[in-house]
Structures are given as C-alpha cells and as structure tokens.
C-alpha cells in the first residue's frame, strides 16, 4: 500500500499515488476558454477536445494548449 504523504489517501499502486500526489502542488493548466483548472495537462487536453471539438495537435489544438511549434 502507499500512502500520499499529504492528504494520507492510500493506493495500491505507486504511479497511482505518486500522480495523485502531484494534485497538491501548486501547477496548474487552465481553460483559456473557460477559465477551469485541471491537476493534470492530460485532462485539460480531453476537456478541449470534448468540449471545444479541437483535433489533437491541429495548430488551434497547440494553441489553446500552449504548445509552440516552430514552422520549418
């Protein structure tokens, strides 16, 4: 069992807790659409795509995210 040393929710697996655990610092990323945050950048890129139909990677996709892209 691990326990986050923060909250002390326990989990069976470790990449589940350490994960978990990264919901307490201080990073988040933000809906430039709506202003809602997410612990993970990995929930913000599915919220894009569900609720603002962005194709993953599309330049509008990169964009919202944040992602730079240099143009060869």
Known sequence: MFK?????K???VKCNMLRHRKSHEQMKFQCIHCNRDFTRRSNLSVHM???YGFVKHSNDYNLAMGIVVEQQ
Do not use: A, I, L
């Open 4 to 8: 986050c040393s923060v909250c002390e």
């Open 10 to 12: 326990v989990f069976t």
């Open 49 to 51: 795509q569900k609720k």
